[in-house]
């Protein structure tokens, strides 16, 4: 496998003005996915950028060079086996804009971010006040070096899990969302519906046939583009559900199963609910 770089044509905007540039074909081994953790923290960054920049903190002591004093919820990282990357885009005019940390691959050489940034669109109603997007995520420690690509906003993806309404324990809620290039697990759902989007989620280090998962899926549902659908009557009686969201370009189908095998869901439906649960119970050997 040759270096990330050779195959970049562009990496905007957070390439440090030290980092060398190999145009050495090298073998640098089989590219894997980093397992990162989107990282928020109680403090205020104690300056704001002027251009786009990116941050690696090592240390507590670096936390607070960075940002003001705070009282965290819940504990700080592992700093001995684990680093923040922050990815800072600059001033905006407005609110609206966003930056966001993709996906994260590595290789024996080097570090790939891939990144993407957002715009309010025409239609938006915006805030007319300076901003500054920012993304943090908290991933392990190394000392390759770290290129940047940007990259489109992810609108093709899975989601699939299982809930129970009444119950107690960390089998209640399991919910995974695989992509082309990385899994995510989500944490600490404690209720359903959610807003995945706002729940903390981490990448794991693991990359799921996501191609192979969506050829599974039955016609009756691929039909159903763009909506959402229930099948029997999931978590009535305590026997839980299975969930499933697709999003194909940005349109997101959601369905609900029910566990019981119900008239309504025909033997295709069935056989996909047990792909779906099999595949709940692949993902949760590599959390």
């Not at 996906?103 to 025409?122: F, G, H, M, Q, T």
């Not at 901003?131 to 993806?157: G, Q, W």
């Not at 029997?232 to 969930?243: E, F, K, N, W």
Request: hydrophobic share 35%.
């Amino acid at each position: 496998m040759k270096r990330f770089i050779l195959v970049m044509l562009v990496a905007l905007g957070f390439y440090s003005c030290t980092d060398p540039i190999d145009n050495e074909v090298q073998d640098c081994g089989i590219v894997r996915s980093v397992p990162f953790e989107y990282f928020a923290y109680c403090g205020q960054l104690k300056e704001n950028p002027t251009r786009p920049i990116y941050l690696i903190i090592n240390s507590n002591e670096e936390l607070q060079k960075y940002f003001t004093t705070c009282d965290p919820i819940g504990p700080l990282p592992d700093f001995t086996q684990k680093r923040v990357l922050g990815l800072l885009s600059g001033p905006k005019p407005s609110s609206g804009y966003e930056i966001k940390i993709q996906a994260i691959r590595e290789n024996d050489c080097e570090i790939l971010v891939e990144y993407s940034e957002k715009e309010p669109s025409p239609d938006e109603g915006v805030l007319t006040v300076i901003t500054y997007p920012s993304d943090f995520v908290l991933l392990p420690k190394s000392n390759k070096p770290i290129i940047f690509s940007r990259v489109k906003e992810i609108a093709d993806y899975a989601v699939v899990g299982s809930y129970y309404g009444y119950c107690v324990g960390t089998d209640c809620y399991q919910f995974y969302r695989t992509e082309n290039y990385k899994t995510i697990q989500y944490l600490n759902v404690s209720n359903f519906p959610a807003e995945f989007n706002t729940i903390d989620s981490k990448t794991l280090a693991y990359k799921d046939d996501f191609t192979g998962f969506i050829s599974k899926i039955p016609t009756e549902i691929k039909n159903l583009k763009g909506q959402t659908k229930t099948f029997g009557s999931p978590d009535a009686h305590d026997q839980g559900g299975v969930y499933f969201e697709w999003s194909q370009g940005g349109v997101v189908t959601k369905i609900y199963l029910d566990n019981d095998n119900t008239t309504d869901q025909t033997a295709e439906v069935i056989a996909f609910k047990k792909v779906i649960k099999d595949k709940i119970a692949l993902l949760k050997t590599k959390s």
